[in-house]
């Protein structure tokens, strides 16, 4: 009896030994802030956009980057109108392009950061993208979102120039058989599918807090959120200044 007890100690003791390397172990890995946020201006309608939706699912997988598909209107009539297409990413492209100084809209087409970017989305350019924006500390101003209970909370923190702070809902993953057009019989995969894009309000270069009702994130059938803090404005959109995912994204 002595001798089992004399065990028992000696087990307990081994156990307390290693609960702070186990607690140690057990601890979250703290999330990498975003660097960069990749918008993909594309439609299930375009024969040459399904490689870059492709890729698109590779960049959103890294924790340092936000990649968004923004699907526009203008290849609908080849056939195959896009479910998740709305003029409001074709107004906020055509707007990228006049910032630019581009004449025609394309597609497939990546914008990191808000920057002027060639034509072209190939997997080089935005590989080398990525890198002048993590070389060049990425997004410079603190964005954080929280949810507290049917609220977000949105915190900026301090920063140089002006921007518009920006919340869109996600939906994550959507796969749709495309039964007409360029596509037929294809699978188009689609990944983070911005909902909508909702002001929330302008940050003029100071510390800035600001709370909207959690519905707001849950449109068009959205799983998740994004919260962007841009330069210039919707009709002038410029470089991107902090992003940040919501909570379980």
């Known amino acids: 009896m002595g ?3 004399a065990c028992l100690r000696r087990s307990a003791l081994s156990l307390l ?3 702070p390397c186990l607690s140690h172990m057990a601890a979250p890995a703290r999330a990498e802030p975003p660097r960069a946020v990749i918008e ?3 439609s299930q309608g375009c024969s040459a956009c399904q490689q870059a939706s492709r890729m698109m699912g590779d960049y959103a997988q890294q924790p ?5 598909t923004l699907p526009v209107t203008y290849w609908d009539y080849l056939g195959w109108k896009d479910e998740f297409a709305t003029p409001a990413f ?4 055509r707007a990228y392009a006049l910032s630019h100084g581009e004449r025609q809209l394309f597609t497939p087409q990546a914008i990191v950061n ?3 970017s060639p034509v072209r989305s190939d997997r080089a350019f935005l590989d080398h993208s990525l890198r002048t924006a ?3 500390s990425g997004l410079t101003v603190s964005v954080k979102a929280t949810d507290q209970g049917d609220r977000i909370a949105i915190d900026i923190g301090p920063g140089r120039g002006t921007g518009e702070v920006w919340l869109l809902p996600i939906l994550r993953r959507h796969r749709t058989a495309v039964a007409h057009g360029e596509n037929k019989g294809q699978v188009v995969d689609y990944v983070n599918v911005v909902r909508g894009m909702h002001r929330v309000g302008a940050w003029m270069g100071q510390a800035a807090h600001f709370d909207l009702p959690r519905n707001l994130a849950r449109s068009g059938n959205a799983d998740g959120y994004v919260v962007v803090l ?3 404005t919707l009709a002038h959109p410029a470089r991107i200044l902090g992003a940040t995912k919501g909570p379980g994204f």
């Open 17 to 19: 030994a290693l609960t």
């Open 64 to 68: 340092d980057v936000i990649a968004l």
């Open 90 to 93: 074709t107004e906020r492209q």
């Open 230 to 232: 841009q330069s210039g």
């Open 134 to 136: 993590r070389q060049a």
């Open 114 to 116: 808000g920057e002027p």
């Open 3 to 5: 001798r089992s007890v």
């Open 40 to 42: 993909l201006f594309t």
